[in-house]
């Protein structure tokens, strides 16, 4: 029965691509959109990015739903927010852009002042990916080769975006020919109340988490897990975002608000529910599952308006990121669940975006 549906709600999908324009070398950029029954979704084969979600609200209203540019140069004009890219080879920060592995020392670049962030100078976010239709979807691999910013082993990752009814689904695949570390996610920033509409602080969201990893002034873990109990970063019950970020909390501080990792329960590969977001106003609600261990809720901080698109300006703290991942500086702690890849290994891992709504 259950096969049945998701059979039929992929027989619904269309696909189609289009041109995006050219890299500055002549390299052609495409565009694809994903269309099921309730939602449609555009991605570039620039960074394997999400360029725009359209969903409906509780009226039926149809809003794009994360940022982006409408242009292909607005995405090579802004080396700072990661709309909707997919990050890596290795997501978030890495201390001083260090880390060993078989007993040698790596360097990578330090493009976050003294840290690595985001893979370093050209991360994954800054190439464009071939890219092939899959049902209800397409799929977009990239091969970074051995010592790609600084990193051992040529990686071959495999990124698949489908659509099922109201759910966009990303599966991650790696394989290396040394050993190294990975870890990829997608950089969307949501705004559900749509493109335009404000800030997310009215935005509630829950998060499924007992612990996160709290960080120093560079937002590197220390590699204590702590308690969320009695903090503003507790959010186990649904919560309003801007009901606490700008307590005197020194890791909200820090950040400048929310920008740490939530260490969610259960296994590492077991689907599970990371995150709820909802907004009141419009009543969408946006659930995220992973098989990853962990995830980045960061409320837009860094976004200080200087990026615009169509009339929009890109404000601080006007989307929220879910980036589910491995813990940030992993390599650099052995107690945090292993980013590390072998060759023979094939690892896989997914995260679901689904769209509702609540009155
Ligand atoms: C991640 C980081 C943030 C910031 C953004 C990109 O979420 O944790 O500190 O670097 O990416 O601006």
């Known amino acids: 029965?259950?096969?049945?549906?998701?059979?039929?709600?992929?027989?619904?999908?269309?696909?189609?691509?289009?041109?995006?324009?050219?890299?500055?070398?002549?390299?052609?950029?495409?565009?694809?959109?994903?269309?099921?029954?309730?939602?449609?979704?555009?991605?570039?084969?620039?960074?394997?990015?999400?360029?725009?979600?359209?969903?409906?609200?509780?009226?039926?209203?149809?809003?794009?739903?994360?940022?982006?540019?409408?242009?292909?140069?607005?995405?090579?004009?802004?080396?700072?927010?990661?709309?909707?890219?997919?990050?890596?080879?290795?997501?978030?920060?890495?201390?001083?852009?260090?880390?060993?592995?078989?007993?040698?020392?790596?360097?990578?670049?330090?493009?976050?002042?003294?840290?690595?962030?985001?893979?370093?100078?050209?991360?994954?976010?800054?190439?464009?990916?071939?890219?092939?239709?899959?049902?209800?979807?397409?799929?977009?691999?990239?091969?970074?080769?051995?010592?790609?910013?600084?990193?051992?082993?040529?990686?071959?990752?495999?990124?698949?975006?489908?659509?099922?009814?109201?759910?966009?689904?990303?599966?991650?695949?790696?394989?290396?020919?040394?050993?190294?570390?990975?870890?990829?996610?997608?950089?969307?920033?949501?705004?559900?109340?749509?493109?335009?509409?404000?800030?997310?602080?009215?935005?509630?969201?829950?998060?499924?988490s007992d612990k996160y990893t709290p960080t120093d002034a560079g937002l590197i873990p220390t590699g204590e897990l702590a308690t969320v109990e009695g903090t503003p970063m507790d959010f186990r019950k649904s919560t309003v975002i801007g009901k606490r970020i700008n307590d005197d909390f020194e890791q909200l501080k820090r950040a400048g608000g929310y920008d740490h990792n939530w260490v969610l329960r259960g296994a590492t590969g077991e689907t599970k529910t990371a995150a709820k977001v909802h907004d009141l106003k419009t009543g969408r609600v946006l659930t995220v599952t992973t098989t990853e261990p962990g995830v980045q809720f960061y409320t837009g901080n860094f976004l200080d308006g200087s990026f615009h698109s169509n009339g929009v300006t890109f404000s601080k703290r006007t989307g929220l990121c879910l980036e589910t991942q491995h813990f940030p500086d992993s390599p650099n702690h052995p107690s945090f669940p292993t980013t590390e890849l072998k060759p023979g290994e094939a690892r896989h891992w997914t995260t679901t975006f689904t769209f509702t709504t609540e009155k």
Do not use: C
């Open 1 to 208: 029965m259950l096969l049945s549906m998701t059979m039929a709600a992929q027989a619904h999908a269309e696909v189609s691509k289009a041109s995006f324009g050219k890299m500055p070398d002549g390299t052609a950029v495409d565009i694809y959109t994903l269309k099921s029954d309730a939602i449609e979704a555009k991605i570039t084969t620039f960074g394997a990015r999400i360029v725009s979600i359209k969903t409906a609200d509780k009226a039926g209203k149809v809003d794009d739903v994360v940022l982006g540019y409408d242009t292909l140069d607005g995405y090579l004009a802004d080396k700072k927010t990661y709309f909707g890219a997919v990050v890596g080879r290795y997501g978030n920060r890495i201390a001083h852009g260090k880390f060993t592995l078989d007993g040698k020392t790596y360097q990578v670049p330090k493009n976050n002042d003294d840290n690595s962030l985001h893979g370093g100078t050209v991360g994954f976010d800054q190439h464009v990916w071939t890219a092939k239709e899959i049902p209800a979807g397409v799929e977009m691999t990239l091969v970074s080769k051995d010592g790609d910013q600084g990193y051992p082993g040529t990686l071959t990752a495999h990124v698949r975006y489908t659509v099922h009814h109201n759910a966009l689904r990303i599966d991650y695949s790696a394989t290396t020919d040394k050993d190294t570390v990975v870890n990829l996610t997608n950089h969307s920033y949501f705004n559900l109340g749509g493109l335009g509409s404000g800030t997310i602080l009215d935005e509630e969201i829950m998060l499924a």
